[in-house]
């Protein structure tokens, strides 16, 4: 199965890889003239073959495509939205990926109330990193394009923003519905799932919540970490909403 590369767009007949991706495909893949990879400017994917590799030291590496097919290919109908607080970074980085896989169409991080302080305060300079993660792992994943990756906000604002059909909030409260009651006979084309941080929501984060239409689920007696939580609950979501 031929590797897959995201690129700013497609010209009448060619196409330019660069930064980066360019530097992995031509350094570390080894990319040479004539091989063929499958390329994608988030609207289609085509077919195209390496023509020219110039490789900088300085960040302006560059590899040229000629185009030679256009390739099927579709996104999920299911639009489906994480809201995950954010936690310490080698793990939100961890759920970044598997959520891409897990095919989210937008991530958003919460600056939730009972957060790590230090690590709400230094979210704002990993975005550029984030955007990073979520674009390899989508390529990885052969998606048609990255998922979205919004700035952290307050859970309040992201719950009120959001016009899915179906939102789930996962929660640790012994009252809170068990989530294949809450998903059963669900219908839609777009869900949320809101994922808070380790030390729970605030009581003001569950009324906000409630106001916008969310529904408290439990994925079960045991508390589960973040990242299982990421798997669990958007496997769930895909599963019970048909996708």
């Not at 923003?161 to 409260?173: F, K, Q, T």
């Not at 949320?192 to 003001?204: F, N, Q």
């Not at 906000?208 to 798997?231: D, F, H, K, P, Q």
Request: contains cysteine; aromatic residues 6%.
């Amino acid at each position: 199965m031929r590797r897959r590369f995201f690129v700013d767009r497609f010209e009448a007949e060619s196409a330019t890889l660069r930064g980066d991706a360019a530097d992995h495909l031509g350094r570390v893949l080894r990319a040479e003239s004539g091989q063929l990879y499958e390329l994608s400017d988030g609207n289609s994917v085509w077919l195209g073959r390496v023509e020219q590799i110039a490789l900088s030291k300085r960040g302006g590496s560059r590899i040229e495509f000629s185009l030679v097919e256009h390739v099927p290919a579709r996104e999920a109908w299911l639009h489906l939205n994480l809201l995950i607080s954010i936690v310490k970074f080698n793990r939100f980085e961890w759920c970044l990926e598997k959520a891409t896989e897990l095919g989210v169409t937008e991530i958003i991080p919460l600056a939730a109330a009972r957060a790590d302080k230090a690590l709400v305060a230094a979210a704002a300079k990993r975005r550029e990193r984030w955007e990073k993660i979520v674009l390899e792992s989508a390529e990885q994943s052969r998606r048609l394009r990255p998922p979205v990756m919004r700035a952290p906000v307050r859970p309040a604002h992201a719950f009120a923003e959001s016009d899915a059909g179906v939102r789930i909030l996962l929660s640790e409260r012994r009252d809170a519905k068990p989530v294949r009651a809450a998903l059963k006979g669900a219908k839609g084309t777009s869900a949320a799932l809101a994922i808070g941080p380790e030390g729970g929501w605030s009581d003001d984060e569950f009324a906000a919540a409630r106001a916008a239409g969310y529904i408290e689920t439990s994925l079960g007696e045991n508390i589960l970490r973040t990242e299982t939580a990421v798997i669990a609950g958007l496997s769930l979501a895909r599963f019970s909403l048909g996708d």
